[in-house]
């Protein structure tokens, strides 16, 4: 299990990092949406740079849900509470931000037509995380099972 | 639906719970889990040694009923 447990301590690392880029992405969003609607999005009226500005801090918000979710996954596994509901409720949580991700970035997709491969990028990854969610709940009804064969 | 007429078989052979579970070699809480419905199996070894132990058939210990 020590191999285990230092994957799942980078893990944790690399995820507060994460939520640590997603803190400052937040505090520059401004200069960040406005070098994307300038630079790449090549748009230079007002209402669309306020409407990407919009998507990318809904988008943010989706992140700190997927973070904070995988953090607690993660110190779950590290407490060695792996076949439980609470966990695939994360899963469902991180699901569900993915695809709210996913909208937001369909929005943003009329403005920047980058912002269309965040969203399919986006619902990629949900249709995995939903997956692994879909394994744990059978493995923890077939642990209850078990358990309850006597 | 099965229902398990554990407690009643015990009453009939007087004997404790506690006891059975030691006959049978599986703990009291198991025995409870069986005795209040709550199991979802039942292994044929454990049931060959209630069998055993009670001195009775399966289907004095097992019961259909409708829902």
Known sequence: MRYNDGIIRWA????????AMVVVADIFGIIITRYIAYCWAE?????RVVILTVVFY???VGGYFILISLFKLLSNMSKDVVFDRKNTKLMAVITGALVGIAVD???????WNGSWILAILALFMGLIVLSVKVVFDKAITMKEEMDLTI | MIVVNLDVMMAKRKISSGELAAKVGITQANLSILKNQKAKAVRFSTLNDICKALDCQPGDILEFRED
């Open chain 1, 12 to 19: 944790k690392i690399a995820t507060v990092m994460f939520i």
């Open chain 1, 43 to 47: 748009v230079f009226d007002m209402l």
């Open chain 1, 58 to 60: 809904i988008g943010t």
């Open chain 1, 105 to 111: 970035c369909v929005i943003g997709g009329f403005i």
